[in-house]
């Protein structure tokens, strides 16, 4: 007789418990990294951290001050519009824009083009002149080179916050692939070409398989004694900023009128950008760049302030030149 081989039986309460016990642990996993990844700010070193490496690794002080007090009271996007944009919107439905927008065809792609590549090496004017450590003037003067290019370029006085918020990204995400370099885009038979690898600065300067790391030294918290004074610098060296919002709103003629509170948004985002009586604690983070070869070696101090929960960059406090690699 042949010998029977026991089978295996499927217990579907088993399987269903694995699967379920499995399932939670991937849950819980991907929970814990969108944790870690969405509340750096719980953390001063990340903080400081992420701040430091958003701007060596391509450049991007723009995108930067998502992580300092600049961003404490509104969304950095609404900042931008209400404290530099508004004296400049002029989009109404009696303002007429150039006959060939919205057709997308080749003289607006040229015309995008034009505004933009110009707007670029404007861009890169104001980053050598202030780099992203002075963003007031960088707003200022870079709005108001935008409004007189567009005008060359379209001869029309149409602008809204989606085409100066298009063409800074834009210039923003060039500046950063003239850094890094770009990868070769193909088209989805996976064959055609649609654009050439490039080689960027970061490539002449440290190698092809260049490689720039940020880590955090050390971490130093400021006693009651120091906080207080620091607060009290702060103070000194915000609130002339703070206290600016009306006199650059009349400078630009920037008025309230009827339930247009254009005036009053403007003066109401500056004065927001005074946290001295929300500071808690302070912080000193010692942050090192490096790269494998030893062409890159720097070490920066940023300070990060606590209000409720979360840290701050303290942009007010701090110049950022030595992690513009690519002005060196």
Known sequence: MAEKKNKKEFRAGAYAVFAAVFV??????????????????????????????????TG????????????KSAKYGDFVINAYMRPYINDGDDVKQADFVGKGDEKEQKAIDKVYSTMYDYYVELLNTYTWDDYDSFFKNYFEKLVQVRHEVYGDEYMDTEYMFGALEANVQS??????????????DNKTVLAKATKG???DNFGDDYKLTTT?????????????AYIDEYSKRIKPVAE????RADELGVKDEGDNKDKTSMVDTFAALDHSKDISAV?????????????????IVVPVVKIGRSWYVDNTNLSTNPLYLGLK
């Open 244 to 247: 600016n919002g009306a006199k």
């Open 24 to 57: 939670a642990v991937v849950l819980i996993a991907l929970t814990i990294f969108a944790y870690t990844t969405r509340y750096t700010a719980f953390s001063p070193e990340k903080t400081a951290q992420s701040y430091v490496d958003g701007i060596v690794q």
């Open 201 to 203: 600065k970061y490539q």
């Open 175 to 188: 500046y950063a692939d003239s850094l890094t370099g770009t990868d070769e885009v193909l088209a989805a």
């Open 283 to 299: 912080a000193e983070v010692t942050c090192t760049v490096k790269d494998a070869n030893g062409k890159v070696d720097v070490e």
């Open 60 to 71: 991007d002080g723009y995108n930067a001050y998502k992580t300092t007090l600049v961003s």
């Open 216 to 228: 955090v030294k050390e971490i130093k918290e400021l006693s009651s004694d120091e906080t207080k």
